[in-house]
């Protein structure tokens, strides 16, 4: 599933091909996009067709696209598990699974294509008030301080892992880059959350390394993810724990060991991150 770094690697990508365009059309396949849920065609038009991309951004794991007008209307996208957003031109054939598409002028269509559809598109009038969005915890790279975090941890109730994967106290963290942190800290992904409360500092210098890495090697592909080119990142070497279990430690030697909790896959080192 991407994660923080994919989708700002994706919005640094979409930005220089989509600002200043004007948005000429949407189409949709008519397939039930995030647990079947009907793509909302009328809504999307009324904000975006006519109107000119004015700002690509991300908030958590969103991709808020800005249309001209100043009234903070846009189009909301989430890529789910496996949702990829691409500029190509029209007369390029769709891919399979294309789901949602914006025609542009000039002969370029953004296209949202997402083989497992648990990705969405939505509009956004205004973006600020979408309950998706009102629902978000600061962003770890540009809002959360420590000072915030060692408050939260030291009120929740909570193992870390199930902590820093809560969109509502950290936007934009998932599977692996939670694994990264919690490797980076030596902290087992069981410990109780206020347990770290005053290491706060330190674990929210480990989170913006984490996404910061993620970020300048252009994300991590596991399986589906993609830049706006249509390439494969380059962090899934670069990872210390996630997918590597029973490889040896980077740090001590010991065998990388991977526990389900939640449903959820965690990598962690049994030494360096004792319970
Ligand atoms: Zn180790």
Not at 19 to 44: E, F, P
Not at 107 to 136: C, H, M, S
Not at 169 to 184: D, K, Q
Not at 233 to 262: H, K, M, P, W, Y
Request: net charge positive; proline share 6%; with cysteine.
């Amino acid at each position: 599933m991407p994660e923080l770094p994919e989708v700002e690697t994706i919005v640094r990508g979409l930005g220089p091909r989509l600002r200043g365009r004007r948005i000429d059309g949407v189409w949709w396949s008519g397939q039930g996009l995030h647990l079947g849920r009907k793509v909302d065609l009328r809504g999307l038009r009324a904000v975006a067709v006519g109107r000119a991309v004015a700002r690509v951004r991300r908030r958590g794991k969103y991709i808020l696209l800005e249309v001209a007008g100043g009234d903070d209307r846009g189009i909301i996208v989430h890529l789910g598990m496996t949702g990829q957003l691409r500029v190509q031109p029209a007369a390029a054939e769709r891919a399979p699974h294309t789901h949602v598409v914006f025609p542009l002028a000039g002969g370029d269509e953004l296209r949202f294509v997402d083989a497992r559809r648990f990705g969405w598109v939505t509009p956004g009038r205004p973006i600020a008030r979408a309950p998706a969005l009102a629902a978000l915890g600061p962003d770890p790279l540009t809002e959360l301080d420590a000072t915030e975090l060692a408050t939260a941890l030291a009120e929740a109730r909570t193992p870390i892992k199930a902590f820093l994967l809560d969109q509502r106290r950290i936007a934009g963290l998932g599977n692996i880059y939670v694994a990264e942190v919690l490797f980076r800290v030596g902290a087992h992904p069981a410990t109780p959350a206020r347990r770290l409360a005053r290491r706060a500092p330190e674990l929210l210098a480990a989170v913006r390394e984490a996404l910061e890495g993620g970020i300048a090697r252009r994300g991590t592909t596991l399986r589906d993810y993609v830049d706006a080119d249509g390439l494969a990142g380059d962090n899934l070497a670069a990872l210390l724990v996630s997918g590597r279990a029973g490889q040896a430690c980077a740090r001590c030697g010991a065998e990388i060991r991977r526990r389900v909790d939640g449903g959820r896959a965690t990598f962690f080192c049994p030494r360096c991150q004792r319970r």
